[in-house]
């Protein structure tokens, strides 16, 4: 499991000549296996902060370590936005299996013998309430089942940490409740790293070891706040 540590950390971007500060002097320190939630208002640099931990964006100031090393990307991170991006082509269950298919560390030993592979996303789909629709294709889904197939994709690799960029954020109130019990479902099983990128302060509370709440742009991290609830 892998730990991520923030000091000092700046983030600028460079757009037409303008230099637009959208995260300033954030402190992180996330023990591998935690479950945190970020909250903040919209454009105060949430995402940017996943790019930066993702190794997509480098730090203007500060420090930044995944794993005891300078982010970079590779395949121990697992990816969920707000718009599951499901290849309409292919079924959920080809779907979920993509990662394997470029990921450096199991691609070999996929090709060889996906069997092993191919029974873990099925009790993973199975596990978010996906067993009878593995074989269709996401047209044939609702968007919350669209958004549990995207969730099994980003976790098939066994990443040790998962960034999940308000994966709920297009849902009704009731299907986004049954997608937090099916994260939690998944995440039970091999507890990795989550940053979970929200402005539901409730769904942050339920779900998360620990919230931090970033201030309008450019962002900081003024509370940080750890919370003793059970998990729902
Ligand atoms: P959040 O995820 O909290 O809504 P973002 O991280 O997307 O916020 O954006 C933070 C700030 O950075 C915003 O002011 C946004 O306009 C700016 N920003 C985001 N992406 C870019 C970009 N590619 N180029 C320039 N500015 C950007
Ligand atoms: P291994 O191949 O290392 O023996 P398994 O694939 O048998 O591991 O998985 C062990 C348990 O973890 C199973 O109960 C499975 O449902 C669960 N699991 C497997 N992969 C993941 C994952 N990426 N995220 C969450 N749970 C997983």
């Known amino acids: 499991h892998t ?18 500060e959208a ?5 992180m320190d996330i023990t591998p296996g935690e479950f945190v939630a970020i909250v903040g208002p919209s ?24 794993g005891g090393q300078a982010p970079r990307p590779s395949g121990q991170v697992g990816l969920a936005f707000q718009n599951p991006s499901l290849l309409l082509w ?3 269950l080809q779907n979920v299996l993509l ?16 069997a092993p592979y191919m029974e873990r996303a099925k009790r993973m789909l199975g596990a978010v309430g996906l067993g009878d629709f593995m074989h269709k294709h996401p047209w044939e889904l609702s968007g919350g089942m669209q958004q549990r197939a995207n969730l099994v994709r980003a976790l098939i690799h066994q990443p040790e940490i998962l960034l999940l960029d308000e994966p709920f954020g297009a849902l009704d109130a009731f299907t986004r409740e049954e997608l937090w019990l099916a ?5 039970m099983g091999a ?12 769904e942050a509370v339920l779900l998360a070891d620990t919230v931090y709440v970033m201030t309008p742009r450019p962002g900081r991290i003024d509370v940080q706040r750890h ?3 059970p998990r729902p």
Do not use: F
Not at 23 to 27: E, T, W
Not at 183 to 187: D, S, Y
Not at 191 to 202: A, C, F, Q, Y
């Open 191 to 202: 507890k990795p790293t989550v940053i979970l990128v929200t402005h539901d302060l409730r």
């Open 3 to 20: 730990g991520i540590d923030l000091k000092g950390v700046t983030l600028r971007y460079t757009a037409k000549g303008q230099v637009v």
């Open 90 to 92: 292919r079924t959920v």
């Open 43 to 66: 454009g105060c640099g949430k995402s940017t902060l996943l790019k930066l931990i993702s190794g997509l964006m480098p730090a203007a100031t500060g420090t930044a370590t995944v």
């Open 99 to 114: 990662p394997l298919e470029v990921s450096p560390k199991h691609k070999a030993a996929y090709r060889r013998d996906p």
């Open 227 to 229: 919370i003793d609830l």
């Open 23 to 27: 995260v300033r002097d954030v402190n």
């Open 183 to 187: 994260l939690q479902a998944l995440w």
